[in-house]
């Protein structure tokens, strides 16, 4: 029986470096947020939360509310 040769260690691969979520989306081309002008941060921030809790709009409720007061304030 041969003995197996183990395998040379590889050094440890680091995950990339994740930019934040929607990092510019605001002041890129997406006309949908650019409309939103003060609410855009929490639009973007409400899309987070969805992303993070896998689409449950009871778990970003905080976020809603925010951004439907946004929008009512935004149009008195």
Known sequence: ???????PESPPVSPPQQAALHQDDAAGDDEN????KEC???Y???Q???IKSNRNWKSCQMEVQA???CNE???K
Request: charged share 30%.
């Open 40 to 42: 855009s941060a929490l």
């Open 73 to 75: 304030r935004r149009k």
């Open 33 to 36: 947020v650019k409309q939103l």
């Open 44 to 46: 973007l921030s409400l």
């Open 1 to 7: 029986m041969d003995k197996a040769t183990p395998a």
């Open 67 to 69: 951004l439907k007061a």
């Open 48 to 50: 987070d939360c969805l």
